[in-house]
């Protein structure tokens, strides 16, 4: 069964990881000096928290996390099915996690991952050329970072 994730680049470690404790009412599985990571069962998402130097601050990308091959196999063909150019990285390592992986972006510049865990790192890892996706949000970035796409002017509502 695959797991949603969403990584979020913060400005203050500490103050976010006790903000997401207390809505998750869970400690970070994963705390490292730049990052956390919450894998809850309710709901059912790999939540990860980093700080990186000149990243961008708020949702930076959205993911699919899978348990084995079959099931990334799988997803790999829904990305494929979904008609973008996708960005097949592989074997890398990234946010303190050995993993395979995929990324995509949808027509708006949403950049997804799409990933098989299968280890732990002692840092943080690289990041790929996202140049690929031909998306605005894909770009240089830290590791797991596309650059977000230019905010749209205020419109005053939400």
């Not at 959205?62 to 799988?74: I, K, P, S, Y």
């Not at 690929?132 to 939400?158: D, H």
């Amino acid at each position: 069964m695959s797991r949603f994730h969403m990584h979020v680049g913060v400005a203050d470690l500490d103050k976010s990881i006790a903000f997401y404790s207390g809505l998750f009412g869970a400690a970070p599985s994963v705390t490292k000096p730049d990052y956390a990571k919450w894998m809850l069962d309710d709901p059912r998402i790999n939540f990860a928290i980093s700080v990186r130097d000149g990243a961008h601050r708020g949702i930076e990308h959205v993911g699919l996390q899978v348990e084995d091959e079959a099931e990334l196999a799988t997803v790999y063909g829904r990305l494929k099915d979904a008609g973008a150019p996708v960005l097949e990285e592989g074997a890398t390592t990234c946010c303190y996690a050995k993993s395979e992986k995929s990324w995509i972006a949808d027509p708006d510049g949403v950049v997804w991952e799409a990933f098989l865990t299968n280890g732990e790192a002692t840092v943080y890892g690289d990041s790929p050329d996202f140049a690929p996706l031909a998306s605005p949000a894909a770009a240089e970035g830290s590791c797991c970072v596309p650059a977000a796409a230019k905010a749209p002017a205020a419109t005053g509502c939400c």
